[in-house]
């Protein structure tokens, strides 16, 4: 699988700048006369985008799975500090030397659309005096997984991470349930002013480089930055609008459901991860290896080349899947260029959402491997919307195999519509994070007591007035401080929103006719990044779509899935 190397010494290592600006020079100095000439350019450049990028994912990879590690830590910022503000100025050149009229006369700009006009946009967005404030913003975004990993309560005379010890939320208990939930928002609380205070460095940081670059707002700024070409900022409060009117009151009737059968007057935040009916523990898998061969066969029934992506990937050592106090928060996929694999990261600690967090994260590895066929590393690099299409659409296609991990018929039935709850219930939490991102960006120099109001009123529109947070205002008011992406991927989330209703347009595909769905799926996702998102929907033969018609239709085919399985 790993990339043949032709320009870059295969045994490269990268201590410091030097060791790549001779590339870099060849790149600047070639003669650039014919259509040939140019692609073996574009190929080299790609060549040495891959082991520079897979450098840096390592030095990432590292950091998040131990960030106690002092020379790991040592060996990112290195790279953010010193090593990339130099690839930055020097990549600058490379892609006006790209965008020049003399290469462009040999650009197949039919076949490498999308890598024109993203480079055409960063190129228009580079500012010299941004390179050392976004090595700063790189190193602060950091500072989230370090205050995160430090978290852990004390729960039966046991010292837990946070992810571990969310797994006595499905406790029968309900005062043991009530017990745990107020240690873990008090621990969480007591680094309010930590975080408030890192939002603030992030926001002022981001601010700048959105000035310096002309614009007036961040938002405006981080859209082009993302290369949003296919949908604007007023369809995302029109997603907003539509999630608000269409699915809080399904995720209400949900809590309602959940009330009555669980038998109490007052739903309470402690009583949302219960499995039902209670007495009924879920349980997928015993260990993380017992977790990759069950979501291995998973995969293999799906479809034999999934399953064997997945084998793959553990035979390679390319998982980190155990919880442990130290290890940053969360889960990614991280893609590796140069070795055409990938890694996954996550906090597993036993229960169906790790399970559905594998499906996930192995849904981003099939696709890095299937779109590894495409010649350049800007053609790899996918949009989020597509990159989240993959793995969202696994959770839900693999339901059809879950049976791997629960033998049991009526836990399977019970894992399922957890599964299906969770997607709808999911919806709202996405508008909320997009819409309060819209807030923190659109209303400069915002303080913590402004940032806890906003919040407020968003989850007056998006949360569930079932349940009762009464006594738990603060922890409720301060939600938002729980979400990664805020600070370390900013705005990237409404693109899961977006994502999740094309995932479900997959599944219904799926449950329709499996071959051709899978067939078409798996087409779309090798496009990589040479097509624009709606074609690459078209592609998995569903529709880039988010009116308020399109979601109704979707959640009326989820609800009576969800019928099924509650009969």
């Not at 082991?51 to 990432?60: I, K, N, Q």
């Not at 007057?265 to 260990?287: H, M, N, Q, T, W």
Request: proline share 3%; charged share 25%.
């Amino acid at each position: 699988m790993e990339q043949k190397s032709t320009f870059v010494d295969s045994n490269l290592v990268i201590e410091s700048f030097a060791n790549l600006k001779p590339y870099y020079d060849q790149l600047l100095d070639r003669q650039l006369k014919t259509n040939s000439a140019v692609w073996q350019w574009l190929l080299d450049w790609s060549e040495l985008d891959s082991f520079v990028e897979e450098d840096f994912a390592w030095r990432y990879i590292k950091s998040t799975c131990n960030t106690e590690d002092a020379e790991t830590k040592a060996a990112f910022d290195k790279f953010v500090t010193d090593i990339e503000p130099e690839i930055v100025l020097i990549a600058n050149k490379l892609e006006k030397r790209f965008l020049s009229p003399e290469v462009q006369l040999h650009v197949d700009k039919a076949k490498l659309f999308t890598m024109v006009r993203s480079i055409k946009t960063s190129d228009e967005l580079f500012r010299e005096e941004n390179v050392k404030i976004e090595a700063e913003l790189q190193q602060a975004e950091q500072e989230f997984g370090a205050i995160s990993a430090k978290m852990t309560v004390d729960i039966d005379g046991r010292t837990m991470t946070m992810q571990q010890a969310t797994n006595y939320m499905k406790t029968a208990s309900r005062d043991k349930r009530k017990e745990v939930y107020e240690s873990m928002i008090a621990r969480r609380l007591a680094d309010k002013p930590a975080i408030d205070s890192l939002i603030e460095r992030l926001m002022k940081l981001r601010n700048t480089i959105a000035a310096n670059t002309g614009f007036d707002c961040y938002t405006d700024f981080r859209f082009r930055q993302l290369g949003r070409f296919d949908y604007t900022i007023a369809d995302c409060r029109d997603f907003h609008q539509s999630v608000a009117d269409i699915v809080v009151p399904l995720v209400e009737e949900i809590h309602e459901r959940r009330r009555k059968m669980m038998g109490l007057d007052v739903l309470r935040p402690y009583d949302l991860s219960v499995d039902l009916p209670i007495g009924v523990k879920l349980k997928p898998f015993e260990s993380t290896d017992d977790l990759v061969r069950k979501a291995t066969l998973c995969f293999r029934d799906v479809d034999p080349e999934m399953g064997m992506i997945m084998n793959t990937m553990a035979r390679m050592g390319r998982l980190d899947l155990d919880s442990r106090v130290g290890k940053a928060p969360g889960g990614y996929n991280y893609p590796l260029y140069r070795s055409n694999t990938a890694f996954i990261f996550m906090n597993a600690t036993g229960n169906l959402h790790d399970m559905v967090t594998l499906m996930h994260e192995g849904g981003h590895a099939v696709h890095a491997f299937l779109c590894a066929n495409q010649p350049l590393v800007h053609l790899k690099d996918t949009p989020a919307e597509v990159a989240e299409l993959a793995s969202m659409s696994m959770e839900l296609i693999t339901m059809a195999q879950w049976h791997h991990f629960f033998s049991d018929e009526k836990q399977l039935r019970i894992a399922k519509l957890a599964q299906l709850e969770d997607v709808i219930s999911g919806l709202p939490w996405i508008a909320a994070i997009d819409k309060f991102q819209h807030y923190l960006y659109g209303n400069k120099g915002n303080t913590a007591e402004q940032r806890t109001q906003a919040w407020h009123e968003i989850m007056e529109q998006f949360g569930s007035r079932v349940v009762d947070y009464s006594g738990y205002e603060d922890a409720n008011d301060n939600k938002w401080q729980r979400q990664l992406h805020i600070f370390e991927l900013p705005f990237y989330y409404i693109e899961y929103g977006f994502a999740q209703l094309g995932a479900i347009s997959i599944w219904k595909r799926y449950t329709e006719n499996p071959q051709q769905a899978i067939a078409d799926f798996k087409n779309a996702l090798r496009l990589g990044y040479s097509h624009s998102i709606p074609e690459i929907y078209k592609a998995a033969g569903i529709k880039f779509c988010f009116t308020p018609e399109y979601i109704s239709d979707l959640m009326d085919f989820v609800k009576s899935e969800m019928r099924k399985l509650e009969e």
